[in-house]
């Protein structure tokens, strides 16, 4: 799971309990895709390999628990959180550009 935080386009935490990693590549995926998500110990994990790879973190408590609790890691979001999850990628490729 932490080697895919590389493919991740934004990491989406709430902020210190739950990380979720979330790729959206336009030519590849229907849907944005869970590359990998964590609780407590895993969730600081996936946010030091987010900075390792200087892939964006967003915090967003509403978000983050809904991908934890919604999705499993190779799971496209579900459809209530496309709106969301389309609003904080416009926000990271505004800021940082696209990955």
Known sequence: MMRRIEEASVV???PTHFAVA???KESEDRAPVVV???????????KEQAAKHKIS???????ARALYASCEVGDE???ELYQAIADI??????????K
Do not use: H, M, S
């Open 22 to 24: 979330i790729r959206y």
């Open 57 to 63: 973190i967003v915090e967003n408590r509403t978000v």
């Open 36 to 46: 990998a998500k964590g609780k407590d110990y895993l969730a600081r994990r996936i």
């Open 89 to 98: 990628l416009i926000y990271v490729y505004k800021t940082v550009g696209i």
């Open 77 to 79: 979001i579900p459809p």
């Open 12 to 14: 989406v935490t709430n």
